[in-house]
């Protein structure tokens, strides 16, 4: 098996708190990872560690890739991260553009995302959009050039139902064509089993792995491997890992 991340040791605190405690694991490559956990208990920590964003941790982590470079990050407030000044258009294509990609590169990689079912009005303005469509706007913008990586902080929690559904189904088509490594995070354990190869389970602070589920459904999971045995089985097991760190002193 080819890791793409690993993790050795990995420690984080803020001050004397200790947050993350000793955490070793891999993350192999082509595959969707969900981490789960108890609130505030270092997600969204650790997430910051593995994407480069935090630099001031113990341990260490190694991301292995032809490109490390290629990675890209879906925020948890993705309305904060769109940019109300540039039109639709411009807000996806803004990564080509600082990459220095030509007009019809461009053209072309937004008819490409267009033809996953990504569908956006060129001219309008973020500020005009529903929260759906907001959310669907900065996952294209993370995904158009196509990134080997792509970190992904709570992406459906603001979204409603047929939102989230949808955007999962955009997702997988997207991870399908292109088999980029993901690691997500979610409070939604069926979103986790819906999306994940694997399901990592964290405690409560401070953060250590509780459990690691494997899910090898194959993929496209549609709408009725929700209602399968299959699903429920895997479901079953990470709401006992979950509840297990939650009710654990």
Not at 49 to 64: E, Q, R, V
Not at 84 to 103: A, D, F, H, M, V
Not at 161 to 171: A, F, G, T
Request: charged share 25%; hydrophobic share 35%.
């Amino acid at each position: 098996m080819h890791f793409h991340i690993q993790m050795k040791d990995l420690e984080k605190r803020y001050g004397p708190e200790k947050i993350i405690d000793n955490i070793t694991t891999n993350i192999a490559k082509n595959t969707i990872t969900a981490i789960v956990g108890p609130n505030g208990c270092g997600k969204t920590t650790l997430l910051n560690i593995l994407s480069g964003l935090d630099n001031n941790y113990g341990g260490d982590y190694t991301i292995k890739s032809p490109d490390s470079n290629s990675m890209s990050y879906i925020f948890q407030n993705y309305r904060d991260s769109l940019l109300p000044w540039r039109t639709n258009y411009k807000n996806i294509t803004l990564p080509l553009e600082i990459q220095g990609y030509s007009k019809k590169e461009i053209a072309d990689k937004v008819e490409e995302m267009k033809n996953l079912g990504l569908e956006f009005d060129p001219n309008q303005y973020s500020y005009n959009l529903s929260g759906g469509q907001q959310q669907m706007l900065a996952f294209t913008r993370a995904v158009i050039n196509n990134p080997k990586l792509l970190f992904i902080d709570e992406p459906f929690s603001a979204l409603d139902y047929e939102n989230n559904l949808k955007l999962r189904d955009h997702l997988q088509k997207y991870y399908l064509k292109y088999k980029p490594t993901i690691v997500m995070i979610t409070h939604n354990l069926e979103e986790a089993v819906h999306l994940a190869n694997n399901i990592i389970v964290l405690s409560k602070k401070p953060t250590r792995i509780a459990k690691i589920i494997e899910n090898q459904a194959p993929y496209p999971r549609n709408l009725d491997y929700l209602k399968s045995d299959e699903f429920n089985k895997v479901k079953s097991q990470v709401f006992s890992a979950f509840q297990d760190t939650v009710i654990k002193t």
